[in-house]
Each structure stands twice: as C-alpha cells, then as structure tokens.
C-alpha cells in the first residue's frame, strides 16, 4: 500500500488508545457481594481518573486513557448487573451457592458461584457461566453431573451445598 493512503498522524493516535475491554454475552448475574464489589471498582476508578484530571498537562496520558477504558467496562457491568436472591437452598445449586463435590478420585474441592466480575478461581469463586459453573448450577446434592472441559470430561459428585 503506498504511503499516500496512511494518515501517519491518525494512525500514531490510535496507537495510544488501549484495546476495549471485551463485554461478555452472557447475562450479567451477580450476588449483593459482586454488585458491591462493581460498586467499589466504579468509585476507585473515578478517584483515580479525578487525581490524574487534577494534576492537567502533567497527567499521564496512557494511564487517563486506561482509565477511561475502564470506566466504560466497569459502567456498562454496573449497568448491567442483575442481581440474584441470596442462594437459600441446601438442596439445589445456585449462583451464589457454596458446593463441596469429590472427583473420580476422591478428591473435593469446594467453590461459590458467582458472576463474571467476582470470579476468582484461587479464591474458589467459580463464574456461573464457566464450564463447571454450567455443569454444577441447578444440580441437586448428591447428584454426579459431567463437567466438560477442554482437557476432557471429568465425572463430580455434589456431596454438600451451604447458601451463600
């Protein structure tokens, strides 16, 4: 492509301007501890895109533009947020719900389910809408459900659910 068809000055710009964050299709539902969490990330971020509107032609202008980026995102989820009730059953699985399940080998692990924001593996908050999250949600106590993942499927017994 010859050099005439580039706005070299456009093209510099965009440069600068971080990639938007992806909104995921799925619906948003969260527990009262992810919409609050949502809550504090909206109000962190304005305080940190105030400071840096505070400090003018010394702000930094990758950081304001993150910022920026962020602040879309983090409204459209706030935006979005569906609440669900508190999970109450002891029964049944539901967002928000604590699930104690053993593998093939014995072996358990316990997770909530949560929303897409609140998810946090190494914390044991699974997403609802991931694969165990989707093999878990709405199964009932000592059912075994398949769990679909990449590196195969995996059979789980759901021996004990606490609500949230």
């Not at 049944?92 to 593996?121: C, F, M, N």
């Not at 809408?129 to 709405?138: E, V, Y």
Request: net charge negative.
């Amino acid at each position: 492509m010859s050099r005439a068809f580039i706005n070299e000055d456009n093209a510099a710009a965009q440069a600068d301007q971080p990639v938007e964050r992806q909104v995921s299709a799925q619906p948003n539902y969260v527990t009262p501890a992810g919409l609050s969490l949502l809550q504090d990330k909206v109000a962190e971020l304005h305080a940190l895109h105030g400071e840096q509107s505070a400090r003018g032609d010394q702000a930094d202008k990758q950081l304001m533009a993150n910022l920026e980026r962020d602040l879309r995102y983090f409204h459209q989820r706030l935006q979005s947020a569906q609440v669900v009730p508190l999970a109450t059953s002891t029964k049944k699985v539901q967002i928000g719900s604590w699930v104690t399940y053993t593998d093939e080998h014995g072996t358990e692990q316990r997770v909530q389910l949560v929303g897409e924001d609140q998810a946090a593996a190494a914390k044991g908050l699974i997403n609802w809408g991931s694969p165990l999250g989707r093999a878990l949600l709405g199964a009932q106590l000592g059912d075994e459900v398949l769990w679909q993942r990449p590196a195969g499927d995996y059979l789980i017994e759901i021996i004990r659910i606490d609500p949230a």
